[in-house]
Nanobody, 124 residues
Framework: QVQLVESGGGLVQAGGSLRLSCAASGRTFSRYAMGWFRQAPGKEREFVATISWSGGNTYYADSVKGRFTISRDNANNTVYLQMNSLKPEDTAVYYC?????????????????WGQGTQVTVSS
């Protein structure tokens, strides 16, 4: 069983930055691919970014490419999402997720474990 706990959300003005963290329990974190998804009110949960177990492969949604950066620290069982140049349309609950296959994927159902989410609100 893997537990994921997100932190770092909050209220920020458009153009600002936030860094989300996701702390994972367990000794096998380094084997998992990790992803970030988000869900705005009334919308489906959507892919944001993913990183392979080694950190060697990363993929981003077109809407965040060039603004967001996903990274991981396997020694500390943590994955990060650095969000720059934030826009009001980035407002959502952000979730981290773990894929035990280790392969970075944009496909939501491939992820086996999910955190509870952290709210990000970007004001205009």
């Amino acid at each position: 069983q893997v537990q994921l706990v997100e932190s770092g959300g909050g209220l920020v003005q458009a153009g600002g930055s936030l860094r989300l963290s996701c702390a994972a329990s367990g000794r096998t974190f380094s084997r998992y691919a990790m992803g970030w998804f988000r869900q705005a009110p009334g919308k489906e949960r959507e892919f944001v970014a993913t990183i392979s177990w080694s950190g060697g492969n990363t993929y981003y949604a077109d809407s965040v490419k060039g603004r967001f950066t996903i990274s991981r620290d396997n020694a500390n069982n943590t994955v990060y999402l650095q969000m720059n140049s934030l826009k009001p349309e980035d407002t959502a609950v952000y979730y981290c997720a773990a894929d035990t296959s280790g392969v970075a994927t944009m496909i939501r159902y491939r992820y086996d474990y999910w955190g509870q989410g952290t709210q990000v609100t970007v004001s205009s």
